[in-house]
């Protein structure tokens, strides 16, 4: 699948995007999906993302429900398939990444995730949210699908898909589209993992 990858105030080369990507194409490759950058664009955070980002920061103010909405620039690269945004470091936002159905495309970082999970791990998981799969219970055993906050963390590979979720995955990249839910398709709801 081809997935255009736009960087948010992000450092990373192009060369670290492909390494990126093929580190998480590595992980899908258990699901027989495979990813593949379409274009990579170097821009700026929007105006009104950077003005949610100073007044949270410098003023303790929450982020609005669809501050991933507000992140990506209006002109969408891709327009369909997934689009991917990658920011320099979501800590300060308590994330590790974020898929918002309503857009719906993948905020993700370039740093190790706030609970330490790899980068690559963190894309791979929001790439599962966007195939239709859910997080799994923690007391499950690892799973790329386990949140990010699991206490006490699952011991194992935490790229592991169990074969129902393989399935579901696959049934939906077949799609050729980020799986939207019900509940999402309309203007009522808004989730962000």
Known sequence: MASPVVTLDATFTDDQVRSLVSRTDDIWAQAAIHWKIASIVHDSMTDEADSILTAYTLH?????SNFLEL????DRVAGGGWDIYLMHDLAIFGLQG????????ILTSEATGIFGDPNYVILAHELGHSLSLLHVDCTKGANLMNPGDCSPRPKGDRTHLTQAQVDSARAH????????PAQAR????????
């Open 71 to 74: 992140m990506v620039p209006d």
């Open 173 to 180: 990249a077949e799609d050729g589209d980020p799986w939207v």
């Open 186 to 193: 309309g203007a009522a709801a808004r989730v962000i993992p």
């Open 60 to 64: 303790g103010d929450s982020i609005p």
């Open 98 to 105: 974020a898929y918002d159905p309503h857009v719906p495309d």
